[in-house]
């Protein structure tokens, strides 16, 4: 989106953050006074304001991209607004247009689907400057917490679609009964009375849209509409008087009126079908549980939600919903979440397992300390993340706003040629007006805005249910063309709980020495191999000492001093690095790589020369998922990679044992994005998938990354898909729903383009005439909603089976 021109030069005020003394005041006036088009900046520390004047051509972001570049940040507010008043593309580029007037808007997305405008402007322009900006553009702007406050209207959505109706089938009678060889016709002056309301006051609606479009010196779909159905009304209101002396004349009231109704009717339909691509947002906001039960100083009793504080014992009967993201202290239950993860089956839960609210209490009471409240909860998270998604708009939505642009000043053209050229070739200026009524009537900007959006909100909504969320429209678009998934092996592929599988010392050491001394040196770390190590030593009721010194060495293992003993514990990289001999150990750590173990080394760093001690080999078992996941991508034709910190014989065995087509072992954290970035320059769309905080530079070097929910926050913020539970056959559905999604766009633009492109000429042509032209053009609106609702009924191919009784009912809503 391209950055606002300052319309007011005198008017921009900017928050600036960081600033601490007056030589940063000095520094921050100076940078601005040097972009181009600044007239003058004057800061002010006590307020961390900026004021500039500059020329009309100077961007809201090109000042703050200097103000960033000099050290210091702007503050900035994202706004969502719900536009009321929008019916096809040309509105949407009008409301862009207008908010993106306004002083210091960085940009503006705004969406037909949803009727949503997402705004990130300075922190110093308020509210109301947009919605006084979109007001001026003739429509409403609300905050969307206003606009879901306001009540249901009291009468049902149809109303008007039916009274319309009713008036306008005694008007089209006549053209039905002529079919079947009855000659009738109603008096002018009852065609008149049934015509007049639906054309000025159930057709009112068109005439203030339109009106307000000429205002803005624009074209929109209801201008074209009142336009048409004007002229054919107009029409027959002349020859209605001017025959009234020599007999009945053919009016066309009938077209006016069913114009009018079929638009009505279409509009309708499509709003339907539109609140049927948010039901992934509404299912997910009615798991939100409005009280929770709470025990405190002994006392058990309900609160509302919004009051549970952090650390809050919160109560989970059978049957009720789970309030909090929190972990159980006490009990034992299945609990299910299925509409957060996808996973179908209860998952079993016990003391020191976490659980998500909004899931599903089955049949055992639980006791969970709250961990998470409010919008920090995953469920809050996730509805954000889809949110997001819906509203934003993909690359290829670009054409299209540079379509709608000039649609309809085109469009009015081509009637007004239409109706020159038949009048000078017929001289039947009459015949002419109506077909240049059908060409105003078929030609519909509405399919073309609703292209996108729709597809988008329903692949994403879908994806959503089945635990794939995807961040933004850009990251479906993109993946749709993935040729390469890469894949971190550790907790991706395999379990990522390995075990100490075989202990091998050097000469004059006894194995319980090695565990020992290697636990003492992992005592402090997390890691998985770590805990592996520190349960085996806890198993076997070993004495650990204590370790000083202890460092981390990246991608290679740990050091520190143990018993006054300088140890090492790391990779065969990190053996190779001391230079050390595996001497009689080589034989054994060969046989145990061939059999897809991680090799750890323990070797003594001080005296005169380094001594092996001994070895340990770590099994990690593959996740039964991971060899039908990566089947299903060479289905899909997608060629699959492995890259790993882990020895090449560990990854070499359990890649073969997937069918993995390429391997990169021995892989440190740092090189796994040299090693992304080296598969997309050779010309691949690569996807990364991985779960751990050394995936977050890999995962940002992809073409688009995968994050398996549960690992690292910044795995999870760098992707731009997470998948919500740890099953690598998610990949292959992400992907199989991109492509879907990107086929039902492609096939509505399509549609829009081809509909109007076969339509408008026809119309021009006069083998069409207006009441057809309408109703083609209010299904061509609904046709591409229902296309990208057939979205709605994929399923991937990881979904579980839900067995008898697996699916667990809630308690009453609370």
């Known amino acids: 989106m391209n950055a606002p021109a300052l319309a007011n030069p005198l008017g921009i005020r900017l928050q600036v953050t960081g600033m601490t003394c007056a030589s940063c005041v000095m520094r921050v006036e100076k940078t601005l006074q040097a972009v181009p088009g600044v007239q003058s900046a004057s800061v002010n520390l006590a307020t961390e304001e900026a004021s500039v004047s500059a020329d009309p051509g100077v961007s809201a972001d090109a000042l703050a991209a200097a103000i960033r570049k000099a050290g210091y940040d702007v503050a900035t507010n994202e706004w969502s607004l719900r536009i009321d008043g929008m019916t ?26 949803t009727e949503k405008a997402t705004v990130r402007a300075l922190s110093t322009v308020p509210v109301a400057a947009l919605k006084v900006a979109v007001e001026k553009a003739g429509y409403v702007a609300k905050e969307l917490q206003e606009a879901q406050a306001e009540r249901t209207p009291p009468l049902p959505s149809w109303w008007p679609v039916a009274v319309s109706a009713a008036l306008t089938l005694p008007l089209v009678a006549p053209m039905l009964l ?33 009106w307000k479009a000429l205002r803005a010196k624009t074209g929109n779909m209801d201008l074209l509409v009142a336009l048409g159905t004007s002229a054919a009304f107009g029409l027959s209101v002349y020859l209605m008087f001017r025959h009234a002396a020599h007999g009945m004349a053919h009016l066309y009231f009938e077209a006016s009126a069913a114009v009018v109704t079929l638009v009505l009717l279409g509009k309708w339909l499509e709003g339907r079908a539109k609140r049927q691509t948010a039901d992934a947002i509404r299912a997910l906001n009615a798991l939100r549980p409005s009280t929770a039960r709470v025990r405190r100083s002994g006392a058990e009793f309900d609160v509302p939600v919004e009051q549970v504080v952090v650390g809050d014992l919160v109560i989970v009967r059978p049957g009720d919903r789970v309030a909090v993201d929190g972990e159980i202290v006490e009990g034992r239950s299945h609990v299910d979440e299925s509409l957060i993860t996808g996973e179908s089956l209860p998952v ?90 059908a060409v105003l009537v078929i030609a519909c900007p509405c399919a073309l805005g609703l292209a996108t959006p729709t597809a988008i909100m329903a692949g994403t909504g879908v994806a959503a249910r089945r635990g794939i969320l995807i961040k933004d429209a850009e990251a479906l678009e993109i993946a749709h063309a993935v040729t390469v998934v890469a894949f971190d092996k550790t907790g991706t592929l395999t379990e990522g709980k390995p075990a100490l599988a075989a202990v091998e010392p050097a000469g004059g050491v006894e194995p319980q020495d090695v565990i020992r001394l290697a636990a003492a040196l992992q005592s402090s770390s997390s890691h998985p191999l770590a805990v592996a190590v520190t349960n085996r030593a806890r198993a076997d009721r070993l004495a650990v000492p204590d370790v000083t010194e202890a460092k981390a060495l990246p991608g290679r293992g740990v050091e520190g001093v143990v018993l006054g003993q300088a140890l090492a514990l790391g990779s065969t990289r990190l053996l190779r690095e001391m230079d050390v001999d595996a001497g009689t150990l080589a034989a054994a750590a060969q046989r145990l790589e061939r059999e897809g173990k991680t090799i750890s080394w323990l070797i003594r760093t001080d005296g005169p020369s380094k001594q092996l001690l001994g070895l340990l080999a770590f099994g990690d078992t593959v996740k039964a998922s991971a060899a039908p996941a990566i089947a299903r991508l060479h289905e899909l034709g997608i060629r699959t990679v492995m890259l790993t910190g882990d020895n090449r014989g560990s990854a070499a065995a359990v890649a073969a044992a997937l069918g993995i087509d390429e391997v990169h072992a021995e892989v440190l954290p740092g090189d796994k994005a040299n090693a992304v970035q080296r598969l997309r320059a050779g010309g691949d769309v690569v996807a990364f998938v991985g779960d751990g905080l050394n995936d977050g530079p890999a995962l940002a070097a992809a073409s688009v990354g995968f994050a398996m929910a549960g690992g690292a926050d910044v795995a999870t913020e760098t992707a731009g898909i997470t998948l919500m539970r740890g099953d690598p056959r998610l990949v292959a559905d992400s992907l199989d729903i991109s492509r879907r999604t990107v086929a039902k766009i492609k096939q509505n633009l399509w549609w829009a383009f081809g509909y109007n492109l076969l339509g408008v000429p026809l119309a021009a042509l006069g083998l069409l005439n207006p009441v057809i032209a309408g109703a083609a053009m209010a299904f061509s609106s609904v046709s591409v909603v229902l296309n990208a609702l057939t979205l709605r009924h994929w399923h991937g191919a990881a979904e579980t089976p839900t067995g008898p009784g697996a699916e667990v009912q809630p308690r009453a809503a609370t």
């Open 88 to 113: 096809c593309a040309s509105c949407v580029a009008r409301v862009e247009k207008a908010l993106l007037k306004v002083p210091g808007v960085a940009s503006a997305s705004v969406n037909l689907a």
């Open 178 to 210: 002529q079919v079947f060889g009855v000659d009738w016709t109603l008096p002018a002056w009852v065609q008149l009375a049934l015509a007049t309301p639906v054309q000025f006051w159930l057709g009112a609606r068109f005439y203030r849209a339109g």
């Open 348 to 437: 079993a839960k016990s003391a020191g397992d976490k659980v998500t609210g909004g899931s599903i209490n089955a049949e055992g009471a639980l006791v969970v300390t709250t961990l998470a409240i409010g919008a920090e909860t995953t469920l809050a998270r996730i509805i954000r993340m889809v949110e997001s998604a819906q509203a934003a708009k993909a690359p290829i939505q670009r054409i299209v706003d540079r379509v709608s642009a000039v649609f309809v000043p085109v469009v009015l053209g081509i009637a007004l040629l239409t109706f020159l050229a038949w009048v000078g070739i017929t001289g039947d200026w009459e015949q002419a007006l109506i077909n240049a009524v």
